[in-house]
């Protein structure tokens, strides 16, 4: 599973640009799936064909990034965010394009970080002038933090975790439970557009008109040094979402979720996020409505370079979402 | 002309029954519009002639302009007869002060007032006016005499008149995106054979959150979009080289992101080929802030490719903006452009 959470979080993929990490899962779903398809927004899915109730299963394939806005006459880029990213965590960045291009940022003058804005930061890919910079890069052309994977013995940090840790844990999913019998019917997605507003999810969800939704995404952990308050921790096991600020999941469908890490004595938290949203905020509100729950992996420093999780957090969310999708209770549960 | 005609009617979010009547007017004859329960004018253009091979193949194509523009509305009447008002969609407060307006549907004209500079204590001076600190002045004495007029409710926009400038420049009022209306007239009103079929969509309350879009978009299903749109140029002296956003006279602006939307990369590159392959000038919209009806076209149904495409405009949302004859001229041939690319 290590090589796989390496290779996933080391693909590019900033929203809106899934091409090369849709590319990379689908090769990891597709002997694994009875059909495996594309939306028109790039949602990837792939299904476990059952009967009802459909469940949908959902991670964000996309990460956050940065976008060329002007490239000036001396070569350096002007950048604009994709997703929330925060200057003081870029300068002296390493960032990469699509085509291997990579540069640093950095920032004009400034007394203090206060005055950071946008308009004072700038990619520099060591190019002398604007032909140069040209012949690398264009106006659009997407940036994402180059940092490879390091395994920390039972930690791992990387970029993108948020959400590639979702995506290996549904293909591992889907590979455990190829050869087992399932009863409901299984749609994992690999959503598109989350870090921007939760936006390949809801296409998605309309597409499927599932029954019920369980996203797979991280949470933010309050176990650093005067970190602010936030009782979930790395290690303690997957995190069931109680609440963020784009969903409030269901009970029947939460309560599920619990008594499943009960019943298979697997550890797990329970996560009230203040800030923040997942797939499930826009999937919950499809069509009719779709009573949802979300799963969270644990993880320190989103949305930096460096997002910390722990393995032991991973495996055991395999295991509960194994149970989770194979639990009988899904058919029984009504609204 | 077009946008001189659409850029004089008084048409707010949520008030743009004016603006409709007129494109409903102005619609060639045996097209096939509606309006929807949200007040979205939707047409179709479909070319019977052209059942060939050639054609049968084209998507479902969406274009989208929005007839709706920012301005105010009436919020309270004092006892002096003058006006409150509430802001409909983003105005810059620091732009409202001793701008002429029209009041309600019969037009009452109107200035907006402050407290005289003469009167005003020392750090009053130093602040912009503030929304609450203004008032719409309709020359009556008293609120009864101002009720035989107006009511709370009553819709306000700028009295803007339209005029040519400067090196083939137009100045006037709801170029964002009466600009887009314009342009969709211009292409329903296309007899050329070789135009493939598509639907124009004439949107509602754009500019409070692209909401007409949402209906129109779910009703027509479409599989490609392109929204049409009047956008802020920033090339002026405070501006940065970087922070020009837009340049007026370097043809139509190309979105890749903004606040609301990922453009279709493939639908993106389709644009810049298509301008390239017919000599037409185009540039990057270079920012991503701001939203548009992409943003709820795309995410309409299953989802739906778009893209947005602009014509550059200066000091949009408020009183007067700036565009350039070729960036109007030169988005047209590029939409057109765009749609013929489709027929194989």
């Known amino acids: 599973m290590q090589k796989l959470i390496s290779k996933f979080t080391e693909t590019f993929g900033p929203s809106g640009l899934e091409d090369d990490i849709r590319r990379v899962i689908y090769e990891e779903v597709k002997n694994y799936a009875d059909e495996v398809f594309t939306d028109p927004l790039g949602n990837l899915v792939a299904v476990r064909k059952g009967k009802d109730p459909r469940l949908m299963l959902a991670a964000h394939m996309d990460e956050i990034g940065l976008i060329i806005t002007h490239i000036d006459e001396k070569g350096f880029l002007r950048i604009s965010s994709v997703g929330g990213v925060t200057f003081y965590q870029l300068i002296g960045q390493r960032f990469m394009f699509a085509n291997g291009t990579i540069g640093t940022v950095y920032h004009e003058k400034v007394d203090s970080f206060k005055e950071l804005t946008w308009s004072k930061l700038y990619l520099d890919i060591g190019a002398a002038n604007k032909e140069e910079a040209a012949a690398k890069v264009s106006l659009g052309d997407m940036a994402v933090f180059h940092h490879s994977f390091v395994d920390l013995g039972k930690r791992y940090i990387a970029k993108a975790m948020d959400d590639r840790i979702g995506c290996v844990i549904l293909v591992e999913l889907l590979k455990r439970l190829y050869g087992q019998k399932v009863s409901q019917e299984l749609a994992f997605v690999f959503t598109v557009q989350e870090e921007v507003g939760l936006r390949g999810a809801k296409s998605a969800a309309y597409k499927l008109a599932p029954r019920y939704a369980v996203a797979v995404d991280v949470t933010r952990v309050g176990d650093m040094p005067e970190a602010p308050r936030m009782d979930v921790s790395l290690g303690k096991g997957p995190a069931i979402k109680v609440k963020d600020s784009s969903v409030i999941c269901h009970p029947k469908v939460r309560d599920l979720m619990v008594k499943t890490a009960e019943k298979n004595k697997i550890d797990y938290q329970l996560e009230v996020l203040e800030r923040g949203g997942t797939d499930a905020g826009s999937i919950h509100l499809s069509r009719e409505g779709v009573p949802s729950g979300v799963m969270s992996i644990p993880c320190r420093y989103v949305h930096t370079a460096s997002e910390m999780v722990d393995g032991r957090d991973v495996e055991n969310g395999v295991t509960l979402m194994e149970k989770i999708c194979l639990s009988p209770e899904w058919s029984s549960m009504g609204q | ?344």
Not at chain 2, 72 to 79: F, G, N, Q, V, Y
Not at chain 2, 169 to 190: N, P, Q, T
Not at chain 2, 273 to 281: G, L, M, R, V
């Open chain 2, 1 to 344: 002309m077009f946008l001189q005609d659409l850029s004089g009617i008084p048409g707010v979010s949520g008030n743009e029954n004016e603006v409709r009547k007129y494109i409903r007017k102005a619609l060639p004859s045996r097209v096939k519009a509606d309006t929807d329960y949200m007040g979205n004018l939707l047409v179709n253009k479909d070319f019977k002639g052209n059942s060939s091979a050639r054609f049968r193949k084209i998507p479902r194509i969406m274009l989208a302009a929005h007839m709706d523009e920012v301005g105010l509305m009436i919020s309270s009447i004092e006892k002096t007869g003058h006006l409150r008002f509430k802001k409909v969609g983003g105005i810059d407060d620091r732009v409202l002060v001793a701008k002429d307006v029209l009041v309600g549907k019969d037009c009452v004209p109107g200035v907006i007032g402050a407290k005289a500079v003469h009167l005003q204590k020392e750090e009053e001076r130093k602040r912009p006016y503030e929304v609450k600190s203004l008032f719409i002045d309709i020359g009556v004495q008293g609120k009864e005499e101002a009720e035989k007029l107006v009511q709370i409710g009553d819709y306000v926009s700028f009295d803007s008149s339209f005029k040519s400038m400067g090196d083939n420049c137009y100045m006037g009022k709801a170029f964002d995106d009466r600009v887009g209306c314009a342009i969709l007239l211009e292409m329903l009103h296309d007899h050329q054979k070789e135009l493939p079929p598509f639907q124009a969509a004439f949107t509602v309350q754009e500019e409070v959150g692209f909401r007409g879009a949402r209906t129109a978009a779910y009703a027509l299903n479409p599989e490609i979009a392109l929204v049409i749109e009047g956008t802020a140029a920033s090339d002026v002296p405070e501006s940065k080289d970087h922070e020009h956003s837009t340049t007026l006279g370097e043809g139509p602006a190309i979105t890749f992101m903004d606040q609301s939307v990922m453009v279709d990369r493939e639908l993106m590159q389709r644009l810049v080929n298509t301008a390239e392959k017919n000599e037409i000038p185009f540039q990057f919209r270079r920012f991503t802030g701001g939203f548009t009806d992409a943003g709820a076209i795309s995410l309409a149904r299953e989802g739906t490719r778009t893209a947005v495409i602009s014509v550059p405009c200066r000091y949009i949302h408020s009183p007067f903006s700036i565009l350039k004859e070729s960036d109007y001229r030169h988005t047209l041939e590029l939409v057109r452009a765009f749609l013929k690319s489709f027929i194989v």
